[in-house]
């Protein structure tokens, strides 16, 4: 029964399901969402690992998968994204407890001179649905700003993105900062300008083209 | 054959014979300060008049919804200040350099906020455009011989300074009547600003429509979606446009190739800006759609800021001989020119891109 309830919820969370009161998606308009589904398993003794697990994780790989492959767009990610914030809300108590035990800390930002976020955001979004936690940091970010926050979160890996050109000078910067403080720090570089090339260039130790290969890349090189 | 900028590129969009391709550029504001000082350009000096352009663009609505709204300040720090500006949005502006500001909040974040704080005051109006910029600009672009074009946003680039990139896109998935909604005012308010303007000063030659609708790799929205939210703002326009006999030319950053097929029912005659960085790819472009549609740009800029002329001429050759074929060709970087690149290799892209381009002896 609760392998059942668990996958509808990856359902949920995959489709952009987010409570029943949602018109979306529209062939599963008036069904529970992610909001009722989680209440639901946590109510029937699912423990809040499991429903994180075996499902949430499980919506949100799938979703990233599929933007990696175009078959999905934004508007696709950015709803699974809200179904599994709503999810979240019911295991925030057991994530603030311990009892719910994330992969690791991904800090994350764009780099100093750069404002854009859309990229980054979207980066976020699968990372917390991949069960990490996030420290988002915003645009416009100094490297003394980056290493702060990394010194501030032990065994946190970093996340620099950047749109502009002219500011892929300051994500070199940024990582020889970081790894200059606190080597053995993993940094995953990505952005529309960067190319692996770059990344290698700079000492980064990952670039992505999409948030999945970030997510991947960290799960096999970083998480707990 | 010898033609003026304003001749050549008006065959260019049409893909009629022309003497040579078109020449237009973008550049970074401290691209030309930095060239200045190292004494290539006179103070003030135009950059269509020194490289010797085929376009000069002018114009621009102010589409904050509402204009008599005083920007408040919310919150000011050493470094930024954050503000609550007309279209209900929330920016933090730096105070020590000059960059777009950041968008940090909305008040529109569903139709309720649209329909409340928006669509009231989205109003034609005489404060959302220089007449005399305008006219001027018309003016020094048909003195020159230049094409000469309108330049704004359409409908995409309109909606997200009211309610940011993400609630729009959500939107277009959860409530997409609302987003047509909005395409759907955005786009008669374009048309009803512009017979305030062209009606009282003239039609440019062309328009140019800004729409920035994807980035790396993809574009933010399926063709399906495209097609059913954002197309119908898009030929509402068009059609309005070229029941002028005025041709339009559409910039989109980023990857949008998948976009392309949608835009040119449309009605667009011009893709721009086709950036290389974002996985466009011209040559392929101009395989797949170079019989109905002209292009600009989508010549690698990170070639360009190498300054080996070496690689720029590697660049060119492998586009340029392939692209000029159905004369529907305008030399453009695949962005805009960053201040890394030196003024002699801008020159030399130039100069390099327009023999290859020439029809000369063809």
């Known amino acids: 029964m609760s392998e059942e309830l668990l996958q509808q919820l990856a359902v949920c969370v995959e489709r952009g399901k987010v409570n029943q009161a949602s018109p979306y998606p529209p062939d599963m308009k008036g069904q529970d969402g992610a909001d009722e589904l989680t209440r639901k398993a946590l109510d029937q003794g699912v423990s809040p690992n499991d429903v994180l697990e075996k499902a949430l994780i499980i919506g949100m790989g799938n979703i990233g998968k599929k933007f990696s492959a175009n078959q999905v767009f934004v508007p696709d990610v950015l709803m699974a994204a809200k179904a599994m914030t709503a999810a979240m809300g019911h295991l925030k108590p057991f994530l603030d407890s311990g009892q719910v035990k994330t992969r690791g800390t991904f800090v994350i930002g764009t780099v100093q001179g750069d404002l854009h976020d859309i990229g980054k955001n979207l980066v976020c979004m699968v990372m917390e649905g991949g069960g990490w936690k996030v420290v988002d940091l915003g645009v416009d970010v100094s490297p003394e700003k980056f290493l702060a926050a990394v010194q501030a979160n032990p065994g946190a890996a970093v996340g620099l993105s950047a749109l502009l050109t002219t500011t892929m000078v300051n994500m070199e910067k940024t990582v020889k900062l970081i790894k200059g403080e606190v080597p053995g720090t993993k940094v995953v570089v990505g952005g529309a300008p960067l190319t692996q090339e770059f990344a290698t260039k700079i000492g980064a130790d990952a670039y992505s083209p999409d948030p999945q290969g970030a997510l991947d890349y960290l799960n096999i090189n970083v998480a707990a | ?321 392939v692209v000029k074929a159905n004369y529907g060709y305008v030399l453009h970087s695949d962005h805009s020119i960053p201040d890394q690149v030196e003024y002699e290799s801008y020159r030399y892209f130039t100069r390099k891109g327009l023999e290859l381009g020439s029809y000369n002896g063809r």
């Open chain 2, 1 to 321: 054959m010898t033609l003026t900028g304003a001749e050549r590129i008006a065959n260019i969009l049409r893909r009629k014979p022309v003497d040579r391709i078109g020449l237009f550029e973008h550049f970074w504001g401290d691209t030309q300060k930095k060239w200045a000082r190292e004494g290539h350009l006179k103070e003030g000096e135009s950059l269509a008049d020194h490289f010797g352009f085929d376009i000069e663009t002018g114009g621009w609505f102010n589409m904050t919804a509402n204009l008599d709204f005083e920007p408040v300040v919310v919150e000011e720090t050493e470094d930024t200040v954050l503000t609550r500006d007309g279209n209900g949005a929330l920016l933090r502006r730096h105070k020590r350099h000059d960059a777009t500001p950041e968008h940090v909040d909305f008040l529109v974040k569903d139709r309720a906020g649209w329909e409340e704080h928006i669509k009231p005051v989205l109003r034609p109006d005489r404060r959302r455009t220089d007449f005399t910029a305008y006219r001027e600009a018309r003016r020094h672009a048909a003195g020159a011989q230049r094409f000469f074009c309108w330049g704004g946003t359409n409908v995409f680039e309109l909606m997200h300074p009211v309610c940011g990139h993400e609630y729009m896109l959500m939107g277009m998935a959860v409530d997409p009547g609302w987003v047509k909604e909005m395409v759907g005012t955005y786009a008669d308010l374009i048309i009803e600003m512009m017979e305030m303007l062209f009606g009282e000063e003239g039609w440019p030659d062309g328009i140019w429509f800004y729409e920035d609708m994807g980035f790396k790799g993809r574009p933010f929205m399926s063709a399906e979606m495209y097609r059913e939210i954002i197309q119908p703002g898009h030929r509402k326009t068009i059609d309005y446009v070229k029941s002028r006999g005025v041709p339009v030319i559409m910039h989109s950053c980023g990857y949008v190739e998948p976009l392309v097929p949608g835009m040119l029912e449309a009605g667009i005659d011009c893709l721009q800006v086709i950036e290389v960085k974002a996985g466009m790819d011209l040559v392929k472009l101009y395989r797949d759609f170079g019989d109905r549609l002209s292009f600009m740009g989508g010549m690698d800029v990170r070639v360009l800021y190498t300054n080996d002329t070496s690689r720029i001429d590697a660049e060119l050759r492998a586009k340029i001989p």
